[in-house]
């Protein structure tokens, strides 16, 4: 109630809400309700979770294939050898090819397509290890480095000389700054930059 002046009369108790009781449908406890939500059905998050998910009673042996389907049961676990040598043969044509969801038609350049053979990754190693991981430009060990082909990569791809390519004695270890001074590519494009 409001006086004349528009303030409240003086002992007049402003209406509150009544405290709402209810019981929880997973744990059963009592447990007091929201005032601003009275469709409130769970005491906590936990219990609201566990109840939706409850759904009708499995037995033992389709609980057993349900956590062996699960991606999780196989989180750390070692699989066999010719598990993972089947599995991959499996995946194998999806993940490169025709059957690649990203194929189009094999327009790869071949100077690109020669660096993603296993091959070149052996070789690349190779010169890394002969070479001590370290760059013979300027003596630095590790860090980012690049193996160089003496006799231009292009060249040797073009000419199909691939005993070349594979080459251990055809390939130097440079660092990145190393390599734009001493490959030709990389001179003649730091050339046309300036």
């Given at each position: 109630m409001r006086n004349k002046d528009g303030t409240f009369a003086k002992g007049h108790k402003l209406f509150v809400?009544?405290?709402?009781?209810?019981?929880?449908?997973?744990?059963?406890?009592?447990?007091?309700?929201?005032?601003?939500?009275?469709?409130t059905k769970?005491?906590?998050?936990?219990?609201?979770?566990?109840?939706?998910?409850?759904?009708?009673?499995k037995s033992r042996e389709h609980a057993e294939k349900i956590k062996k389907n699960n991606a999780r049961y196989w989180l750390g676990k070692k699989q066999t050898e010719a598990h993972v040598l089947k599995a991959t043969a499996a995946l194998r044509p999806y993940q490169s090819g025709e059957k690649h969801w990203n194929w189009k038609g094999g327009i790869t350049p071949n100077l690109k397509a020669w660096r993603f053979k296993e091959w070149y990754h052996t070789w690349r190693t190779g010169v890394f290890e002969r070479d001590g991981y370290t760059c013979r430009g300027c003596g630095i060990e590790g860090g980012d480095l690049q193996a160089h082909h003496i006799i231009r990569f292009a060249e040797l791809v073009r000419k199909k000389d691939t005993e070349a390519l594979k080459d251990i004695n055809n390939g130097v270890t440079y660092c990145v700054g190393c390599h734009k001074l001493n490959d030709e590519y990389a001179k003649r494009f730091s050339q046309r930059s300036v």
């Open positions: 809400k009544p405290d709402i009781f209810k019981s929880c449908p997973n744990c059963l406890e009592t447990f007091k309700g929201s005032k601003n939500n009275p469709s769970y005491c906590c998050h936990k219990c609201s979770v566990e109840h939706i998910l409850k759904g009708k009673p």
